[in-house]
């Protein structure tokens, strides 16, 4: 079972030193039952915030005491509140951007090759990145001793801990003695992942020195495959992810199902702001807190709400309300997601592995798209690196730009001469060169890329289930192959007149199909389907519906008996988990569509509620009952086909329901 308490809040106090009477009205008693009453367990105060002012009584740096902080005891008094009603109280502290040290120690700036901060000297921002390789390092475990000796400290939450390219005269140094050529920006990338991971193991070492039961987390407002070398460095792992903001609402669906198989206990991250942080006096609409609270619970993680404290003290009863209606649902709730794990059939290998993406906006489109398109068809899967088995998988995707290495490829083939299968798409399954396919089981042999683009699909047959026979237009340029001996071709590729270019064009945009067939579109061997065109890629950038159809009929037979289907439209997002010890499993169905009402976010505003859902399940486990939870009302299910069916009546926003096994 997990330790994490399910209904948290992340205080924000970024609080700039010109602003007077800082918690000049706080009340620790007030402040506190406010929390209290809006079901909250968890609260992370702020002990240091990004303008680089400390909130306590700080004996080691006085001067860097917000000089207009009126109650010196505010976070002191802060945990003592919450402890008394036995509400945990972690403590922020930021890392990387400091305002106050940015100006008191320029020289500990992060710089770019060509010697320039991350933040210009007039910009409205305290985004001016420190590099921990300085000596700041030492100033920051003098103040994390100092929060020790002032507070209790239940865990740490170490703000924007992120890879950065530093030329600073430290990191030049450093790659000097290591022979290291720092003008080479690869070799100063790779130094930069060597040295962070060595920060946050000296930093957490340092850490559990000073309490070895202290929880830690370093945020970078994102999970990746670069993660994993550090993780022994983290308690538990945070997926902060504000749709509403500047991840969107495609960050958190990739994100979970990565970081869930880290085998670290995950906490989900929202905010309660209309748009992004420091959003003052704005609200999300509570159909949108709930979506992504409720989707946080279906996904294995403990919630976070993001709020900011005024500077006056005073917390919002307002907003507490907004938070109250929906922490209330997952205290009722909670109780069927506790220790949860999830139950799939799919897994995708990340290709964030191999682009060493760090930001939450480098998620590849290809994985963007493959996770739309999955959550989209009901399946269930997760996201997974090279360094996770295989062997527990139904059905392995490559999308788009996954490249096999030797060893990889080794693995896939015995992955699939056991009875895996595998879905591939255009260069998923390419050698890192780039210059020929990593194994023959795709089927294909390369001939280079595609002669023509746009270039035309004519689906046919089983992978033209649901679809017109003609031809579907393609409009990301593939790759030319060649279907080896003993592969099927499902699909055929059709060629145009001409490309377009100025000496040869047709109409406003491609010339239409020849009618010819040119090349293999989709092919088929064995255990393994191979798509030629970036279908992933392609969904993000204008989704065709004809290239979801292709995909999940491909899926249906590779996988024609998958843990969950539903019979709800594509808006329905579906998952299954287990509670092992309880002998049960839990499906989780939520209905909300996010609106594209405005330029800059998406907006849920409306729940529409859907009658009459029916539900099939395929698990290794006789069922004794099935109910709605937490309403506690039994549905009848009946077998059939050796699956478990049953229809939920209303799905109104979110709906759980309980599997009891016999």
Same mark, same amino acid.
């Given at each position: 079972?997990?330790?994490?308490p399910?209904r948290? $809040?992340?205080?924000?106090?970024?609080t700039?030193?010109? $602003?007077?009477?800082i918690?000049?009205q706080?009340?620790?008693?007030a402040?506190?039952?406010?929390?209290?009453s809006?079901? !909250?367990n968890?609260?992370?105060? +702020?002990?240091?915030?990004?303008?680089?002012?400390? *909130?306590?009584?700080s004996?080691?740096?006085?001067?860097?005491?917000?000089?207009?902080?009126?109650?010196?005891?505010?976070?002191?008094?802060?945990?003592?509140?919450?402890?008394?009603r036995?509400?945990?109280?972690?403590?922020?502290? &930021?890392?990387?951007?400091?305002?106050?040290?940015?100006?008191?120690?320029?020289?500990? /700036?992060?710089?770019?090759?060509?010697?320039?901060?991350?933040?210009?000297?007039?910009?409205?921002?305290?985004?001016?990145?420190?590099?921990?390789?300085?000596?700041?390092?030492?100033?920051?475990?003098?103040?994390?001793?100092?929060?020790f000796?002032?507070?209790?400290?239940d865990?740490?939450?170490?703000d =924007?801990?992120?890879?950065?390219?530093c030329? %600073?005269?430290w990191?030049?140094?450093?790659?000097?003695?290591?022979g290291?050529d720092?003008?080479?920006p690869?070799?100063?990338?790779?130094?930069?992942?060597?040295?962070?991971?060595e920060?946050?193991h000296?930093?957490?070492?340092?850490?559990?020195?000073?309490?070895?039961?202290?929880?830690?987390?370093?945020?970078?407002?994102?999970?990746? @495959?670069?993660?994993?070398?550090?993780?022994? %460095?983290?308690?538990?792992?945070?997926?902060?992810?504000?749709?509403? #903001?500047?991840?969107?609402?495609?960050?958190?669906p990739v994100?979970?199902?990565?970081?869930?198989?880290l #085998?670290k206990?995950l906490?989900?991250?929202t905010?309660?702001?209309?748009?992004?942080?420091?959003?003052?006096?704005s609200?999300?609409?509570?159909?949108?807190?709930?979506?992504?609270?409720f989707?946080?619970?279906?996904?294995?993680t403990?919630?976070?709400?993001?709020?900011?404290?005024?500077p006056n #003290?005073?917390?919002?009863?307002e907003?507490?309300?907004?938070?109250?209606?929906?922490?209330?649902?997952?205290?009722?709730?909670?109780?069927?997601?506790?220790?949860?794990?999830?139950?799939?059939?799919?897994?995708?290998?990340? @290709?964030?592995?191999?682009?060493?993406? &760090?930001?939450?906006?480098?998620?590849?489109?290809?994985?963007? #798209?493959? &996770?739309?398109?999955?959550?989209?068809?009901?399946?269930? +899967?997760?996201i997974?690196?090279?360094?996770s088995?295989l062997?527990?998988?139904?059905?392995?995707?490559?999308?788009?730009?996954?490249?096999?290495?030797?060893?990889?490829?080794?693995?896939?083939?015995?992955?699939?001469?056991?009875?895996g299968?595998?879905?591939?798409?255009?260069?998923?399954?390419?050698?890192?060169?780039?210059?020929?396919?990593?194994?023959? $089981?795709?089927g294909?042999k /390369?001939?280079?890329?595609?002669?023509?683009?746009p270039?035309?699909?004519?689906?046919?047959?089983?992978?033209?289930?649901?679809?017109?026979?003609?031809?579907?237009?393609? *409009?990301?340029?593939?790759?030319?192959?060649?279907?080896?001996?003993?592969?099927?071709?499902? %699909?055929?590729? *059709?060629? @145009?007149?001409?490309?377009?270019?100025?000496?040869? +064009?047709?109409?406003?945009?491609?010339?239409?199909?020849t009618?010819?067939?040119?090349?293999p579109?989709?092919?088929k061997?064995?255990?393994?389907?191979?798509f030629?065109?970036?279908?992933?890629?392609?969904?993000?950038?204008?989704?065709?519906?004809?290239?979801k159809?292709?995909?999940?009929?491909?899926?249906?037979?590779?996988?024609?008996?998958? !843990?969950?289907k539903?019979?709800?439209?594509?808006?329905?997002?579906?998952?299954i988990?287990?509670?092992?010890?309880?002998?049960?499993?839990?499906?989780h169905l939520?209905h909300?569509?996010?609106?594209?009402?405005s330029?800059?976010?998406?907006?849920i505003?409306?729940?529409?509620?859907?009658?009459?859902?029916?539900?099939?399940?395929? =698990?290794?486990?006789d069922?004794?009952?099935?109910r709605?939870?937490?309403?506690?009302?039994?549905?009848?299910?009946?077998?059939?086909d050796?699956? $478990?069916?049953f229809?939920?009546?209303k799905l109104?926003g979110?709906?759980?329901?309980?599997?009891?096994?016999?």
């Amino acid at each position: 079972m997990g330790h994490l308490p399910f209904r948290q $809040i992340h205080l924000d106090f970024h609080t700039s030193g010109k $602003i007077p009477g800082i918690a000049s009205q706080f009340d620790a008693k007030a402040f506190a039952d406010m929390l209290e009453s809006a079901r !909250v367990n968890s609260v992370c105060c +702020f002990s240091r915030c990004h303008h680089g002012l400390m *909130y306590f009584n700080s004996t080691v740096h006085p001067e860097r005491i917000h000089p207009n902080l009126t109650n010196p005891n505010l976070l002191v008094e802060q945990v003592k509140e919450l402890h008394e009603r036995g509400i945990r109280a972690n403590i922020y502290t &930021t890392i990387q951007w400091d305002e106050f040290t940015s100006k008191q120690h320029p020289e500990w /700036l992060i710089v770019d090759s060509e010697g320039k901060p991350t933040a210009g000297l007039y910009d409205a921002t305290f985004r001016h990145s420190l590099c921990v390789n300085s000596p700041y390092r030492d100033f920051l475990k003098d103040h994390l001793a100092d929060v020790f000796n002032h507070v209790p400290v239940d865990g740490l939450f170490l703000d =924007i801990v992120g890879l950065n390219d530093c030329s %600073c005269r430290w990191c030049r140094a450093d790659m000097e003695k290591q022979g290291l050529d720092a003008s080479d920006p690869e070799q100063r990338i790779n130094f930069a992942v060597e040295m962070i991971n060595e920060f946050k193991h000296d930093l957490s070492a340092f850490i559990r020195e000073l309490d070895p039961d202290c929880e830690i987390f370093y945020n970078a407002g994102h999970i990746a @495959p670069s993660s994993r070398s550090s993780l022994d %460095c983290y308690n538990h792992l945070e997926a902060e992810s504000l749709p509403s #903001g500047e991840w969107g609402y495609d960050h958190f669906p990739v994100v979970v199902r990565y970081a869930r198989t880290l #085998g670290k206990e995950l906490l989900g991250m929202t905010g309660k702001f209309h748009t992004s942080w420091a959003d003052f006096h704005s609200f999300k609409n509570q159909a949108s807190l709930e979506y992504e609270i409720f989707h946080m619970l279906a996904m294995n993680t403990k919630c976070s709400i993001g709020d900011q404290l005024h500077p006056n #003290g005073l917390i919002s009863p307002e907003t507490y309300e907004l938070i109250g209606n929906v922490y209330s649902q997952v205290e009722q709730k909670e109780a069927w997601c506790e220790g949860a794990k999830a139950i799939t059939d799919i897994a995708v290998l990340n @290709p964030e592995e191999f682009n060493l993406a &760090t930001r939450f906006d480098d998620q590849p489109d290809s994985l963007r #798209g493959v &996770t739309k398109i999955l959550v989209e068809g009901g399946q269930q +899967f997760d996201i997974i690196d090279t360094q996770s088995e295989l062997e527990s998988y139904k059905l392995i995707i490559l999308p788009d730009d996954l490249p096999l290495d030797e060893t990889l490829a080794k693995r896939l083939e015995n992955y699939c001469n056991n009875g895996g299968k595998i879905l591939a798409s255009y260069k998923g399954g390419l050698t890192p060169a780039g210059d020929q396919f990593a194994s023959d $089981i795709f089927g294909v042999k /390369l001939i280079g890329d595609a002669p023509y683009s746009p270039d035309f699909l004519k689906p046919e047959g089983y992978i033209g289930q649901g679809l017109r026979q003609t031809e579907h237009v393609m *409009y990301q340029k593939g790759l030319q192959v060649e279907a080896l001996s003993g592969s099927e071709v499902l %699909c055929d590729t *059709y060629t @145009p007149y001409f490309n377009r270019t100025w000496e040869h +064009f047709c109409s406003h945009m491609h010339a239409p199909s020849t009618g010819e067939a040119g090349y293999p579109g989709i092919v088929k061997n064995n255990n393994v389907i191979y798509f030629m065109h970036p279908v992933f890629g392609q969904y993000i950038q204008n989704a065709p519906y004809w290239v979801k159809r292709l995909v999940l009929n491909a899926i249906d037979t590779l996988l024609p008996q998958p !843990v969950l289907k539903h019979t709800g439209p594509k808006s329905v997002i579906s998952a299954i988990n287990e509670q092992s010890e309880l002998d049960r499993a839990v499906v989780h169905l939520l209905h909300y569509i996010p609106e594209s009402k405005s330029d800059e976010t998406l907006i849920i505003e409306d729940i529409i509620p859907l009658h009459q859902l029916g539900v099939s399940v395929n =698990i290794n486990h006789d069922v004794k009952s099935v109910r709605l939870v937490p309403e506690d009302k039994e549905i009848e299910f009946e077998y059939i086909d050796g699956r $478990i069916e049953f229809t939920v009546p209303k799905l109104e926003g979110h709906q759980m329901v309980e599997l009891a096994y016999k």
